[in-house]
């Protein structure tokens, strides 16, 4: 099982650029969620899916957008880069009945010049 | 969301058990208790929950006190591998799309 899968690992982008970080799982998980994660801190939640074409805001969605076609995948956005997204970026799935815990991808680590 | 507290650091000698607490006397009825870790900045991985009881499974066991405010993660013989974040996270059944992490315990064990 792949789990969940993210690309690219590592990025980097010019400041204003805009660029889609992709997210895929394949365990049939109606949960999606995006964190970031910023040195010394934990993570914080961008935006999140509980069904396909169902979306919401998490606690810092300013500068990123979603959306959510199909249960595998779920695209993180990033509309004008700025330096103060430069962070990891974690993509995680969760299903609401059975095994509940969130299953985590390996990061995207983006850097906004 | 009940609002949890963790110590930052921790360290732990190979092969000895680390007892990793958790803080959360604001924790509702309903709530669960989550443990997950993250090593080296590799996505979070979930080790265990539980509502009132003590669980135990391959990686680790929780202890949560009776009244629910405070519980404790074990990992029975701590190795190095075990180095690593230790967040704890209190959540209804089911809503791990919107998780809450602090900055959790880090724990280094040491040989």
């Known amino acids: 099982n792949a789990g969940v899968t993210q690309t690219p690992k590592f990025q980097v982008l010019k400041t204003g650029q805009s660029m889609t970080l992709q997210c895929a799982q394949d365990?049939?998980?109606?949960?999606m969620s995006w964190y970031r994660q910023d040195p010394g801190m934990g993570l914080r939640l961008i935006h999140y899916s509980v069904g396909a074409g169902i979306t919401d805001q998490g606690e810092v969605p300013n500068g990123y957008n979603v959306s959510r076609s199909t249960t595998e995948d779920f695209p993180l956005r990033l509309l004008s880069a700025a330096p103060s997204q430069t962070s990891v970026y974690f993509c995680?799935?969760?299903?609401?009945?059975?095994?509940?815990?969130?299953?985590f991808g390996q990061g995207t680590r983006l850097t906004v010049v | 969301d009940a609002k949890t507290t963790q110590p930052p650091s921790m360290d732990c000698a190979e092969g000895r058990a680390a007892n990793l607490p958790c803080n959360h006397s604001?924790?509702?009825?309903?709530?669960?208790v989550y443990w997950y870790r993250q090593i080296h900045s590799q996505g979070p991985q979930y080790i265990i929950h539980?509502?009132?009881n003590n669980e135990t499974n391959e990686m680790a066991s929780l202890i949560i006190t009776e009244d629910r405010k405070s519980s404790t993660l074990i990992l029975p013989h701590a190795t190095l591998r075990d180095t690593a974040v230790y967040y704890c996270i209190v959540r209804v059944l089911g809503s791990n799309y919107k998780l809450t992490f602090g900055k959790g315990t880090l724990l280094t064990v040491n040989p």
């Open positions: 365990m049939n998980h109606e949960y």
């Open positions: 539980g509502l009132k």
């Open positions: 604001t924790i509702s009825g309903n709530e669960y």
């Open positions: 995680a799935s969760s299903s609401p009945g059975g095994r509940t815990e969130a299953f």
